[in-house]
């Protein structure tokens, strides 16, 4: 059971980036990382942008006075096939709240249950008949959960490799709550935490043709991803004279033509001038060679009818 | 393969290294493009009778359009187009040369010339609640006189000065919900009478001074049976109305300050009522009309409040207002539904007995029933009255009836498109060659000389007017089959109406028009409505013999637990099919990408419970779908919880009599957008018919990137609620846009992304791998537009050639949502001038053409823009080989040219849509923009670089391969000669 308990237990995905792609938005999740890092925060924001809460660290030391954490507990449940939801495992996680009434989640946690027999035998069907396994959370963490959920299902021939291989990516948002609410004590602008989606699925591929497989061990290695979202980026603007830089830059290229570029069309035919002028001082000389042996031909055309002559 | 995808990547880029303008001269403007105009279904109309104004008519329409039609041709003489939230409540003319509207609510009142449309005044009237609005001109028999407009509007009366808008006075009335019904005009006197209701039960009249609007008197009384809704007003002192339960006639006698209910049962009158009875609105003297399940009972008011059945019409009746023709007497149409024909009577208001007129028109199609009839009187060149009617259509067409005859007919239902599809012509067959000869051997060498000066732009005016007429005669554009290029289709369209209409993209007539008898009102569906329709059979194997039909969704009431409508439609004959009502709702309707073997396309409608049914009716489609059962997913939207949930199928219904077309669904990922948070107020996907012709894009450093296409996706946009309203409600610090991209399958979001201060309305546009939007950044005070693309990491590492020649790659694995593809988006938002009514992009054939994205501007045009001025990857300084590439300088707004309206000069006025449907040639796309008014135009998005124009002349190529053989020839002559001369030297 510890070893099972072990294996649960939050596994850290430092290097998401080789993994995916959000890099940015990314929360990476663990005990010991959160403690060392750190990164600057403003306090004056009212909004908090997508947080990383490695980041939030030094805030939270800033204002510890004022900040208040909360555990909570979120039940994850789950079906097979068409059955009713059941639960499967907790995720217990620390409610942050900053003093400027932010609440993120933090220190997430995960344990699941281990399948039961009946629970294996209704997943092996499920594998038989490539039915879904789905699961689901509540979708508002902090009051009423029970109301509406988030659900996500997968194939079951997807989960199986050496055990069951699984990947929850959570997207979390964080409300503004303009109710008060009673049960959490908090001053007047109160924010909450909402669960917007959660995708389940196997961490690598599970390509087309799915393949019936029975793992090998009946336990789960659980990988856990929050995200929160990516701000858009500002639309470039560009001042006055920048826009004036670029008109002139625009005129700029045309001393940098060369000035072969700029004169072809009148060397070309000065070239041609120069080189029929050549041509010509050079036919002087051989005018004159050719003088000579103009000459020639002319006796040839002589020494025609000479032989002719000759034969009379 | 790479080197392949490159050259030929390299090849698009010569292409479009120029940036192609879609400008046309101003001689080609109607040469590929059309552009018609209409008004919609009319609600008032009101003639002038003297002076020009004899000769049109004042419109006002459902689509809130004011228009001016000319009464002998039908034309528009002026039109204006308020807005879509600036309904009309009345109209009239006032002072001889000013229509009047008021509009919005009885807010606006506004005064526009009557010749030219120009407006002259508008007056806003202010006012403490909502209420129903009234709009009295008083006659007056003194012209000059100022008059006054009496305007009933937001719970208070005004009085307006018609010469310049000015408001003279202002009455509230004491009671707080009171309801104007009929304001009363008493001409000897400067008094007017103000009659209408407190709540439901009471009765109230005004006297009111003219004047100054001071209140002469107030007398009230109540009756406790309740009233409901129509008035008919059948003497200067009387009125009558239904009781609230509408089985039961009022007579409301007010004269001199005593208010009087006389109580008629409508069963005394029309025997066997049972049911409602409803008052038709008319203002006949002593006569009032009442509608029972039954009949329509005309009933007569004598001066002592006596009601007397007069006559009894069992066909649908419609009567028009009464039309004063000489002193104190008026007359009134009554138009009648026959077998096949409408018969048209005019009748005397206090004789019912006696017909000035009666006319039987035959109606050359079906047109339904008469809503509305209008009447007018001429003076005969014989010197007596001749009556003019015109008719308002169940299809919302408008004819003007006149001596027996239907003058003139407007299609004005193609005003309000709700569907648009379209269809193929029918093959050109042997032996019915639509080609012949043109004309004579004269006549042709002359138009090419005509365009050979044209070419040589050494033509005169007329004869460019000629060359142009020339080629639209010429062109073959209008013909009924299909041609090589696929640029002569049929455009079929759904209107509100329930009619269906062809029109041919060459010109833009109407082929065929069908008003669909299931879409019609019944006993079983009371309110029928069309939801859209698709194509059903598209026939390529048995194109020669078998005609393609589309189908036609309806439901019978607006809700969306209302039974649905089946209906199909041949488009090539325009006859319908076949016709069914369902036993189920249709909430989402499907078509799925698989056919049967007669080429029947497979659809799914999604009922209100959740539950899957299958069309066709068949085993062979049941057959297909079941080999694709596990492979069907789908997604709804539910925009009041802002939950999205994705579905798939189980088995069979349960439940229910044993139903093979039935399935059951399940809910697979269901995404939840807090409440408080984030409202869903635009979603979008891919169009189904897209093609992406190459999945690899080369980029500028001899790179390959993977666009990441799947038709699984999902664009969603969610704002704040409070942000949901118009822009400069909210504050940026409360308004936030965040955008999401879904796959559709598996419920992952592939990208979510937040622009602060910005808020809707969205309208998107999605394609291939990007997605473009629009939308309003509080912040920097305008509008901007954002591209997210997104690209394939999962296949990025495919560059290596070796891996290709061995085999080793994924490329032709098959593509699974499940596999979680890394994907990578890149975005960037840019300014953007106009606020934006539609976004669409092009679609080619086989998508090789570069795209452009057509927006609907706020001017109701429609601007084409370069797919690269949205490109995420535009830089500041683009190196050389970006440059190469075709990537434009980063800018941080949009240019609009002028020139790429496509559109140009014409409005297409009240702009909903923009359709785009491939032509068979790659570098054409077709274009129909619908609204008021319907547009239609060819694009080439990057020129047309596989065919000839259209005036590229032939006959100047012939000729100089003609004239450059014969120099062939002679020269060889000639040389041979010269060899010869030489030798014989």
């Known amino acids: 059971m510890k070893k099972k308990l072990l294996l649960q237990v939050f596994t850290l995905l430092l290097v998401i980036s080789s993994l995916h792609a959000f890099q940015s938005d990314e929360l990476l999740v663990d005990d010991e990382e959160f403690g060392l890092e750190g990164g600057n925060r403003q306090p004056k924001e009212r909004i908090p942008d997508p947080v990383v809460p490695t980041r939030s660290t030094p805030t939270r030391r800033k204002y510890s006075d004022s900040d208040s954490d909360s555990k909570i507990q979120i039940t994850l449940e789950h079906a097979f096939g068409d059955t009713d939801f059941f639960p499967a495992a907790t995720f217990s996680a620390r409610l942050k709240t900053w003093s400027h009434g932010a609440q993120t989640l933090t220190k997430l946690r995960f344990s699941r249950n281990a399948f039961t027999e009946v629970e294996k035998q209704k997943f092996q069907k499920l594998l038989e008949h490539d039915e879904f396994y789905s699961i689901r959370l509540p979708s508002n963490v902090l009051n009423s959960p029970g109301e509406d959920f988030v659900m996500s299902s997968v194939r079951a021939r997807c989960l199986p490799r050496d055990g069951l291989d699984e990947l929850f990516v959570i997207h979390t948002k964080n409300v503004i709550l303009l109710v008060k609410l009673g049960a959490l004590r908090h001053r007047g602008r109160q924010e909450g935490v909402n669960i917007l989606a959660v995708n389940y699925g196997s961490p690598g591929s599970c390509p087309y043709p799915r393949q019936m497989k029975l793992p090998a061990k009946w336990s789960f290695n659980s990988h856990t991803v929050l995200k929160n979202s990516e701000q858009a980026p500002r639309t470039p603007i560009f001042s006055e004279d920048t826009l004036g830089e670029q008109g002139e830059g625009e005129a700029v290229p045309l001393p940098e033509r060369s000035f072969w570029a700029k004169y072809w069309m009148y060397l070309i035919p000065l070239g041609l001038i120069v080189v029929n002028a050549i041509t010509q001082a050079m036919n002087i000389p051989e005018e004159q060679a050719t003088g000579q042996s103009g000459a020639q031909p002319a006796g040839a055309i002589q020494r025609g009818p000479s032989p002719a002559v000759r034969r009379r | 393969m790479v080197m392949a995808i490159r050259s030929l990547f390299i090849f698009v880029v010569i292409l479009s290294i120029t940036v192609p303008t879609l400008s046309l001269y101003e001689d080609q403007v109607g040469l590929m493009d059309w552009h018609q105009k209409y008004i919609g279904k009319v609600k008032h109309a009101v003639f002038q009778t003297q002076k020009t104004g004899r000769k049109r008519v004042v419109v006002s329409t459902e689509e809130n359009v004011i228009a001016s039609l000319d009464l002998r041709h039908g034309e528009i003489f002026w039109r204006h187009v308020l807005g879509p939230n600036d309904a009309i409540d009345g109209i009239a003319i006032a002072m001889t040369k000013y229509v009047i509207t008021l509009s919005s609510g009885g ?760 797919k690269r001025f949205f490109d995420p990857r535009r830089s500041v300084n683009p190196t050389q080989s970006e440059k190469e590439e075709g990537i434009l300088p980063l800018t941080d707004s949009l240019p609009i040219i002028p020139q790429s309206y496509v559109t140009h000069s014409l409005k297409v006025e009240g702009l909903r849509g923009i359709v785009t449907a491939p032509a068979k040639l790659e570098s054409a796309t077709l274009v129909f923009t619908y609204g008021v008014d319907l547009f239609f135009t060819r694009l080439a998005p990057s020129r047309t670089y596989d065919s000839l124009t259209e005036d590229f002349s032939y006959a100047l190529l012939l000729i100089t391969i003609v004239a450059l053989v014969v120099a062939i020839f002679v020269t060889w002559v000639l040389s041979e000669k010269k060899d010869l001369r030489d030798k014989w030297r």
């Open chain 2, 107 to 866: 807010s606006i009142l506004r005064a526009w010339n009557l010749p030219d449309g120009q407006m002259v005044w508008e007056s806003f009237l202010q006012g403490t609640r909502d209420s129903n609005s009234f709009l009295f001109v008083p006659t007056s028999s003194k012209v000059d006189k100022d008059n006054t407009i009496l305007v009933f509007g937001k719970g208070s009366l005004h009085a307006v000065s018609s010469i310049h808008g000015e408001i003279v006075w202002k009455m509230d009335f004491p009671a707080e919900s009171f309801e104007v019904q009929e304001v009363i005009q008493h001409h000897d006197i400067d008094t007017i009478q103000v009659v209408g209701f407190v709540g439901s039960s009471q009765f109230d009249v005004y006297q009111i001074n003219a004047k100054n609007g001071e209140l002469l008197k107030h007398d009230s009384a109540a009756f406790e049976g309740g009233f409901s809704g129509e008035v008919s007003l059948v003497s200067s002192a009387k009125l009558v109305v239904l009781d609230a339960a509408r089985s039961t006639l009022l007579t409301i006698s007010f004269q001199n300050g005593e208010i009087s209910f006389q109580k008629t049962y409508i069963s005394d009158l029309v025997e066997d009522f049972s049911g409602m009875a409803v008052i038709l609105p008319s203002k006949l003297n002593g006569l009032f009309a009442v509608k029972t399940n039954t009949a329509s009972a005309f009933i007569s008011v004598s001066s002592e409040g006596k009601l007397e059945v007069v006559d009894k019409i069992t066909h649908a009746t419609v009567i028009s207002n009464p039309l004063p023709v000489s002193e104190g007497q008026q007359t009134f149409a009554l138009v009648q539904h026959g077998d096949n024909d409408i018969h048209l009577n005019v009748k005397q208001g206090h004789d019912w007995n006696s017909d000035l007129l009666k006319e039987k028109i035959k109606l050359d199609q079906q047109r339904g029933f008469v809503h509305k009839v209008f009447i007018n009187n001429y003076v005969r060149t014989d010197r007596s009255h001749g009556f003019r009617a015109l008719i308002v259509m169940e299809d919302h067409s408008l004819l003007l009836l006149q001596q027996g005859e239907v003058v003139w007919r407007r299609e004005d239902g193609l005003a309000s498109i709700i569907g648009v599809t379209t269809s193929e012509l029918p093959v050109e067959r042997v032996g019915v060659s639509v080609a012949k000869v043109e004309q004579n051997l004269f006549e042709w060498l002359k138009g090419h000389m005509l365009k050979v000066k044209g070419t040589l732009m050494l033509a005169s005016a007329e004869e460019v007017a000629a060359i142009q007429g020339m080629r639209l005669k010429s062109s073959e554009k209008s013909k009924m089959t299909r041609d090589h290029n696929g640029f002569r289709k049929l455009l079929i369209v759904l209107t509100k109406s329930g009619k269906l209409f062809a029109l041919h993209t060459g010109d833009g007539r109407i082929v065929w028009s069908l008003l669909l008898n299931s879409l019609r009102q019944t006993e079983t569906c009371q309110n029928p409505t069309g939801i859209n329709l698709y194509q059903w059979q598209v026939p390529h194997h048995h194109a020669m013999d078998e005609n393609p039909s589309v189908l036609v969704v309806g439901k019978c009431r607006p809700s969306s637990d209302a039974l649905g409508i089946l209906s199909f439609v041949d488009t090539y004959t325009g006859k319908e099919l076949n016709s069914f009502g369902l036993d189920h709702s249709v909430v989402q309707v499907i078509p799925l990408p698989f056919t049967d073997a007669t080429e029947q396309r497979l659809h799914l409608l999604i009922d209100a419970s959740g539950q899957a049914h299958l069309y066709p009716r068949s085993a062979e489609a049941v057959a297909v779908f079941q080999r694709e059962f596990s492979n069907i997913y789908w997604y709804s939207v539910e925009t009041n919880n802002g939950v999205i949930k994705g579905h798939g199928l189980k088995s069979n219904c349960d439940g229910e009599v044993a139903n093979n077309y039935c399935f059951g669904t399940r809910e697979i990922w269901s995404i939840v957008f807090p409440s408080e948070s984030e409202k869903i107020i635009t979603t979008v996907t891919r169009k189904s018919n897209e093609v992406v012709h190459t999945q690899a894009k080369v980029i500028a450093d001899q790179d390959v990137m993977y666009k990441y296409i799947s038709k699984n996706l999902l664009f969603v946009a969610t704002v704040s609620p409070k942000a949901s309203g118009d822009i400069g409600s909210a504050t940026p610090e409360e308004s936030q846009l965040v955008v999401y991209v879904v796959d559709t399958v598996t419920g992952r979001i592939l990208h979510r992304m937040i622009h602060h201060g910005s808020q809707g309305p969205v309208h998107a546009v999605f394609s291939e791998n990007w997605i473009v939007y629009h939308y309003f950044n509080l912040r920097a005070h305008r509008y901007e537009m954002t591209v997210i693309e997104i690209y394939d990491q999962s296949r990025a590492d495919n560059k290596d050639v070796l891996k290709l020649v061995l085999g080793k790659h994924n490329l032709t694995s098959p593509v699974s949502s499940y596999s979680r593809p890394e994907v990578t988006t890149k975005s960037q938002s840019y300014y953007f001038t106009h606020s934006v009514k539609a976004i669409t992009v092009t679609l080619t054939a086989k998508g090789i053409t570069s795209k452009h994205l057509l927006i609907g501007t706020i001017g109701d045009q429609v601007l084409a823009m370069d």
